[in-house]
């Protein structure tokens, strides 16, 4: 086994962080494909090239470093994020390119998940004569790629929960009003978090209520992450940013519904596309609709509320992580952030797995994922 | 003014901090008395004496110090967290023990804000050719006994709120579980601000569902708080821990009533002393009692729930300082920690100041102080 952490040197480290942010800044632009970082390193340890994924059937992060790279990427060593690819998708093999420019090692952080890949591609470098090196810096990139990963494995989409609450849980104060529960900070790192996941789900009375713009503004460069509105009727007030803003970004309607001949998708009246998930229960319509995502190439879903949409998701198991913003405020009544229909015990919570946090000014993120989902 | 801090040695911060951590080790046991520590050091920089307030009566930081360096305090220079006291209280006053030991210099991390010594102690020692200097590690020794400074300046009990809760704003279940919430280390930091305060006061909803022993059990040590019930009736379980334990602790019932003319305390029976607070409201009621309180010598208390108690106490500006446990889990329903009778709004909540947030394992202490009091 080649995944050692000790063969790897400083300078070794370096490389990779350096693709980890190029991989990280990445992040959010390349749905449905992983974001991955390349940099290319020559005999002297310079720089030649580097180059992460871009849009959708644009070429990966390798083509684009070795593009840059040239020919002096013979002989060179390239540290990639993810194992490269081996099969033909929307563009051609990446280690058949890797090959023909000569480079001489290959340091990828981790191996790819996709059954079509999963040390294919590292095989073929070996067996071309190029030096393969990999577990580098390999749960960094793991950590990039969580929601990529888990999704393709599971073939669902990977949900993030985001709620911004008031020290005792609320999201609301008693009139409705939330605006503002957290800081001007709190609110910029959502845009970032918004940003990293290939759509954005509110429910139908928190677009009535905020008519929020579901986009992530992230200094000069705006995101537009698929916009999923989860409705009883499908009714969406008209003047709505949502409704009026069709063409910033796939604008998608989900349907709560009980008749199983309704169940489809893909019906578009003036941009916006209709999902009918034919079932009225909570659980069974998300579950529904967790597949129509995915089998419509949307792998992380990032749910924002209200109450009723956060409750439903992680009460029922649909939850992957959490991010829990709280204000450093008490309001004493107002709305809860979650509300299940069947509240757990103190002896089988919900209990959140890696859970870290993190101050922001005054207030707080903490940030888990879901444990036992055999609640 | 000789409070800059620059005048002050690493060495002589090395010193004041030892005093420092004699002083807090002591909170506790030196109600109603602020803890004090004292190190004397002689010219040579050794440690020649230390020491911390006793209990009540017993002699102060100053003269244990002294006592313990004998001899060798003449001369020498004293760390004293707090100004020495200049008046005769339930002991004679330190000033005149430091200048009788001969100690030829005092550093002083903070005035005493009571009004009988407030300066007084340190012109005396200057007047008899003591070398006085003041402010180092001020903040420090300050917060050792904020709620000392404030229940003197203010002549009312110190008053801190502590919940535990889970990361959605629940202190029980819905079928009332609230063993345990937080992580057992979360619960041994409990155990050490319980023991910082001169009693400790629930809600005779909790006393009765959880008929806690309200004691302080830190490492080897029991401290034991005041007790303080509060009730509607006067009604406490007899077989409670409460009831058959008022030999440990001094044992309050605070009987909230609307007959003026039994607002009366001292009514001892089998140990327990009867507090009527003569008002039926909230606010009312927990006013009178904390005047009463004062006036028995309880300069600070710990309120720990439940629900409606916390509520009262804060909703009506009695809340010094907040102490907000978080376990990393998650009820979904359950009974809130906070629910006021008249909820904060988004432009008015309860704002903390001087948040502050510690991890604890996969728990999370938020503690604040009341900002705005004024709601």
Redesign the interface.
């Known amino acids: 086994m080649n995944n050692a952490r000790s063969q790897f040197s400083a300078a070794d480290e370096s490389f990779m962080r350096r693709a980890l942010g190029l991989a990280d800044r990445a992040k959010g632009a390349t749905f449905p494909n992983p974001a991955v970082g390349a940099v290319v390193v020559d005999a002297a340890g310079r720089v030649v090239g580097e180059g992460a994924t871009g849009v959708c059937g644009g070429p990966h992060a390798e083509r684009r470093a070795l593009k840059q790279a040239g020919g002096a990427a013979a002989g060179a060593t390239m540290y990639v994020t993810l194992e490269p690819c081996s099969h033909f998708g929307r563009t051609p093999p990446c280690v058949d390119a890797v090959i023909e420019a000569g480079v001489g090692a290959v340091v990828a952080a981790v191996k790819d998940p996709n059954p079509l890949v999963n040390g294919k591609g590292l095989r073929r470098l070996r067996a071309r004569g190029v030096a393969v090196r990999t577990g580098l810096l390999g749960k960094e990139a793991a950590l990039v790629n969580e929601d990529f990963f888990w999704a393709v494995a599971n073939r669902r989409p990977w949900v993030a929960l985001k709620l911004a609450?008031?020290?005792?849980?609320?999201i609301?104060?008693?009139?409705g009003?939330?605006?503002?529960?957290t800081s001007a900070a709190s609110r910029q790192i959502v845009q970032d978090i918004r940003r990293r996941h290939g759509a954005i789900g509110v429910g139908s009375g928190t677009l009535a209520a905020d008519d929020p713009k579901l986009t992530a503004r992230c200094g000069r460069k705006t995101y537009y992450p698929a916009r999923i509105v989860f409705s009883s009727t499908g009714n969406i007030p008209k003047g709505s940013y949502f409704m009026t803003h069709t063409d910033e970004a796939r604008s998608i309607v989900v349907v709560k519904n009980n008749n199983k001949s309704k169940r489809k998708k893909g019906i578009e009246r003036r941009g916006v596309e209709y999902w009918y998930t034919g079932a009225s229960d909570d659980a069974e319509s998300i579950d529904t609709f967790l597949d129509m995502a995915y089998a419509e190439g949307i792998n992380s879903i990032l749910i924002e509320g209200g109450q009723r949409l956060a409750?439903a998701f992680?009460?029922n198991g649909f939850v992957n992580k959490l991010y829990?913003f709280?204000g450093?405020?008490?309001?004493?009544?107002?709305l809860?952030?979650?509300?299940?229909s069947?509240?757990?015990?103190?002896?089988s919570?919900?209990?959140?797995g890696d859970?870290s946090?993190q101050?922001i000014g005054?207030d707080?993120l903490?940030t888990?994922y879901i444990k036992n989902l055999t609640f």
Do not use: H, Q
């Open positions: 609450m008031t020290l005792d849980g609320r609301a104060d008693c009139g009003g939330s605006k503002w529960i409750s992680l009460e829990l709280y450093g405020r008490i309001f004493g009544d107002g809860n952030g979650l509300s299940f069947r509240g757990l015990t103190v002896n919570p919900l209990v959140l859970v946090y101050r005054d707080l903490a888990g």
